[in-house]
């Protein structure tokens, strides 16, 4: 098993910033892929951007690329994911998840482990 614990949100102005960190323990983090989703009101979950085990391969979706980075420190069980430029449609409910594989995947549904979300307002 591997427990995930999101932090790091909060509410900022269009045009700031703001960093999540998700902080695993259990089971071996390194040997996991891991991915940020979200999920805004009235709207599906979706897939923001994902991070192999080795953090040599990142992928992120059009909507953030240039605006979001993504990194992983294994020896310190913990992923953070850099928001920067941050629009009002970027506000959602920010969940980091990890999967028994090294490879990105885009569907939610290929995670196994979540964490409780974490809440990020973006104010015009």
Same mark, same amino acid.
């Given at each position: 098993q591997v427990q995930l614990v999101e932090s790091? *949100? *909060?509410?900022? &102005?269009? +045009? +700031? =910033?703001?960093r999540l960190s998700c902080a695993a323990s259990g089971r071996t983090f390194?040997? &996991?892929?891991? *991915?940020?989703f979200r999920q805004a009101p009235g709207k599906e !979950?979706? #897939?923001?951007? *994902?991070? $192999?085990? =080795?953090? !040599? =391969? $990142?992928? #992120? $979706?059009?909507s953030v690329k240039g605006r979001f980075t993504i990194s992983r420190d294994n020896d310190k069980n913990t992923m953070y994911l850099q928001m920067n430029s941050l629009k009002p449609e970027d506000t959602a409910v920010y969940y980091c998840a990890a999967r028994e594989a090294?490879?990105?995947?885009? =569907?939610e549904h290929a995670y196994e482990y979540w964490g409780q979300g974490t809440q990020v307002t973006v104010s015009s």
């Open positions: 790091g *949100g *909060g509410l900022v &102005q269009a +045009g +700031g =910033s703001l390194s040997a &996991q892929a891991l *991915g940020w !979950r979706e #897939f923001v951007v *994902g991070i $192999t085990y =080795s953090g !040599r =391969s $990142t992928y #992120f $979706t059009d090294m490879n990105i995947e885009y =569907s």
